[in-house]
């Protein structure tokens, strides 16, 4: 499987936007990008995906780099209940069964009032 | 909606002992499966089911079991418990015939084996 690059941590402060990169060098071309964010003590929650074009949807925003390398997550404007780890899975729609979905470390943010 | 829901919340075992965690979904997913989180560490994948009546391995299954009885359900039983198994469990689900669809998550079923 394609493997991701996330930092460990990040830190921002409420109410400015946050930009999470991702590093994906060795992306296939059936390989979609989704990140998904867990909450203390909870289960994970999908955010957003894309394949090539960037998206937008009402958590977030994702851009793609045009070779499909990296990608970042855009948080418009982060609120104290976004701190979570972020995660960025590649999802390989070409694959069957297994699903896929190999979850990393994750970057960890913070977000100061 | 109730969507994912797993039971116990938490759980204390001791070594030897045998236990089923509790996955129920309410959205007509096909899809489920079974993950386990420990400290500092990302989500492994242990089982999957890609409808009633289908089970397969995941990343790491050695010391779990599972069924799938009915489209709702998917169990995983814990045969003999080891301190290896201490860990956060959280079950998923999909939408059918969409490999794209978002997973959906529980909560978790936090397990320490003593």
């Known amino acids: 499987d394609a493997k991701t690059t996330q930092p460990n941590s990040m830190e921002s402060n409420e109410e400015e936007p946050v930009h999470l990169p991702c590093n994906h060098s060795t992306i296939s071309g059936t390989d979609y990008i989704h990140w998904y964010r867990q909450l203390p003590s909870q289960g994970p929650e999908y955010v957003i995906h894309?394949?090539?074009s960037n998206v937008n949807n009402r958590m977030a925003s994702l851009a793609i780099a045009e070779d499909r390398k990296s990608s970042t997550l855009i948080l418009h404007r982060a609120t104290l209940r976004d701190a979570a780890v972020y995660y960025c899975?590649?999802?390989?729609?070409?694959?069957?069964?297994?699903?896929?979905?190999?979850f990393g470390k994750g970057t960890h943010l913070i977000i100061q009032p | 909606n109730a969507g994912v829901t797993q039971t116990p919340k938490f759980q204390v075992l001791k070594t030897g002992q045998s236990m089923t965690l509790q996955c129920a979904q309410d959205?007509?997913?096909?899809?489920m499966s079974w993950y386990r989180q420990d400290p500092g560490m990302g989500l492994r994948l242990i089982h999957y089911s890609v409808g009633a009546g289908i089970t397969d391995q995941g990343e790491v299954p050695n010391g779990y079991n599972v069924s799938r009885s009915t489209t709702e359900d998917f169990p995983l039983r814990l045969l003999s418990a080891a301190p290896s198994q201490t860990s956060v469990y959280f079950c998923?689900?999909?939408?059918?015939?969409?490999?794209?669809?978002?997973?959906?998550f529980g909560n978790g079923t936090r397990l320490t084996v003593t």
């Open positions: 959205m007509n997913h096909e899809y």
């Open positions: 998923a689900s999909r939408a059918p015939g969409q490999h794209n669809s978002p997973l959906h």
């Open positions: 894309g394949l090539t």
């Open positions: 899975i590649l999802r390989d729609v070409a694959g069957g069964g297994a699903d896929g979905l190999t």
